[in-house]
């Protein structure tokens, strides 16, 4: 169940983020925030799995989701800009 709502929830903030980036072409600034994200996200799964709070699993998991599946298009996209001729 929860690998469903981590695809459906990373996927729907993946179309988030390619709609801002066509509307400000801000590469580096997305690029940054699902990075930062993602290690805020990592950092926070490192605490609670030393801490034991097995509730908050499915939210982090759910957090990493909507900053990591995105950064796959938004790199994409921005190798594309930068390469082009």
Request: charged share 10%; hydrophobic share 60%; glycine share 6%.
């Amino acid at each position: 169940m929860i690998a469903g709502a981590s695809e459906v929830v990373g996927l729907t903030f993946a179309f988030v983020y390619v709609y801002v980036l066509r509307v400000t072409h801000k590469y580096i600034l997305l690029l940054r925030i699902c990075l930062i994200g993602a290690f805020v996200g990592f950092s926070v799964g490192i605490y609670i799995f030393y801490t034991d709070i097995v509730k908050w699993i499915y939210t982090i998991s759910l957090l990493l989701a909507s900053f990591q599946i995105p950064a796959v298009p938004l790199t994409i996209n921005f190798a594309s800009e930068i390469t082009f001729p």
